[in-house]
């Protein structure tokens, strides 16, 4: 089990940049594929982006792809987001979760991902 906790949200304009950091436990946290999912209000949760444990795989999802970039420092325990190019529709409640499978090299399946973090508001004005 992998203890998170996220930051970095905020009110932003579209256009802008925004970058959310996670931060996990010690021992664990680079052991598992990391993943930032989103859920805006009315919505069902989705994927946003995803990496594997070692960093050198990721995956985005259509609607944040060339805009968004995960990345991990597993010295530090933490996964980033960086968010460019902001527009309303990514206001939404962002969550970092990890996936249930240590060292994992494969695909990470969306559902596969526990573990998740409290959430952190990102709001983007138009």
């Known amino acids: 089990q992998v203890q998170l906790i996220e930051s970095g949200g905020g009110l932003v304009q579209a256009g802008d940049s925004l970058i959310l950091t996670c931060v996990g436990s010690?021992?664990?946290?680079?052991?598992?594929?990391m993943g930032w999912f989103r859920q805006a209000p009315g919505k069902e949760r989705e994927f946003v982006a995803s990496i594997w444990w070692a960093g050198t795989m990721s995956y985005y999802a259509d609607s944040v792809k060339g805009r968004f970039t995960i990345d991990r420092d597993n010295a530090k325990n933490t996964v980033y987001l960086q968010m460019n190019s902001l527009k309303p529709e990514d206001t939404a409640v962002y969550y970092c979760?990890?996936?249930?499978?240590?060292?994992?090299?494969?695909?990470?399946?969306?559902?596969?991902?526990?573990?998740w973090g409290q959430g952190t508001q990102v709001t983007v004005s138009s």
């Open positions: 010690a021992g664990t946290f680079g052991k598992y594929g």
């Open positions: 979760a990890a996936h249930k499978s240590a060292f994992y090299s494969a695909y990470l399946r969306p559902d596969d991902f526990g573990s």
